[in-house]
């Protein structure tokens, strides 16, 4: 069973930019399809980001495109959401998670089924 572990989280100002890593262990990262999801304070955890193992792609949440990119490493078993001109409202706690979903579910947290335990962003001056 993989478990996910991510890190990067932090206070940033508003403008600024973050990376989060998602560390893989016990499996595969590259072999399920990976997503990032976010929790806002009084919020339900919402789509950020995800890669798609079928094909290869990534598809983002409409409300961050242009503001984050995803990415993969192999070789650490892990991958990375680069986020950047943060705002006061993307202040939520960073979750990652694996799934062997079809592509058309992938946005939905239920296609997951194996999270990290999220790392906090707060953008804030």
């Known amino acids: 069973q993989v478990q996910l572990e991510e890190s990067g989280g932090g206070l940033v100002q508003p403008g600024g930019s973050l990376t989060l890593s998602c560390a893989a262990s016990?499996?595969?990262?590259?072999?399920?399809?990976i997503g990032w999801f976010r929790q806002r304070p009084g919020k339900e955890r919402e789509f950020v980001a995800a890669w798609h193992r079928s094909n290869s792609r990534t598809y983002y949440a409409d409300s961050m495109k242009g503001r984050v990119t995803m990415s993969r490493e192999n070789a650490k078993n892990s991958a990375f959401l680069a986020m950047s001109n943060l705002k006061p409202e993307d202040t939520a706690i960073y979750y990652c998670?694996?799934?062997?979903?079809?592509?058309?579910?992938?946005?939905?947290?239920?296609?997951?089924?194996?999270w990290g335990q999220g790392t906090q962003v707060t953008v804030s001056s």
């Open positions: 016990g499996g595969t990262l590259s072999s399920y399809t």
């Open positions: 998670g694996v799934s062997r979903s079809v592509l058309s579910a992938i946005m939905g947290e239920r296609a997951y089924n194996t």
